[in-house]
């Protein structure tokens, strides 16, 4: 059974950092790339970052989110992390992490078919 379990959530003043863990299991995941999506109250959920496990391809949802967050992934570990720094109010959301169903690394909710729980990560001014 495939099981994404995300940790490292929690409350932040603004200009603060936050490394958010995705621990994978149940199947083979180095084949399949992996993100991290975000869903803020009354709307839907979007892309923050998505990547490879090998690290050579990456995506991010545009360049803000590129020049303050970084996706890693450990395959020794099967972990996912999001580095978040200078976060700001309206990165607030709920943030899921997801497993691709191939090794390219996308934007489109479409592309995932495995979904973690969520994890809330809250920014305070």
């Known amino acids: 059974q495939v099981q994404l379990v995300e940790s490292g959530g929690g409350l932040v003043q603004a200009g603060g950092s936050l490394r958010l863990s995705c621990a994978a299991s149940?199947?083979?995941?180095?084949?399949?790339?992996m993100g991290w999506f975000r869903q803020a109250p009354g709307k839907g959920r979007e892309l923050v970052a998505s990547?490879?496990?090998?690290?050579?391809?990456?995506?991010y949802a545009d360049d803000d989110v590129k020049d303050r967050f970084t996706i890693s992934c450990e395959i020794a570990k099967n972990t996912v992390y999001l580095q978040m720094n200078s976060l700001k109010p309206e990165d607030t959301a709920v943030y899921y992490c997801?497993?691709?169903?191939?090794?390219?690394?996308?934007?489109?909710?479409?592309?995932?078919?495995?979904w973690g729980q969520g994890t809330q990560v809250t920014v305070s001014s």
């Open positions: 997801a497993s691709a169903t191939s090794r390219i690394a996308t934007s489109r909710l479409l592309d995932y078919n495995y």
């Open positions: 149940g199947r083979s995941f180095s084949n399949y790339a």
């Open positions: 990547s490879s496990w090998n690290g050579r391809t990456t995506y």
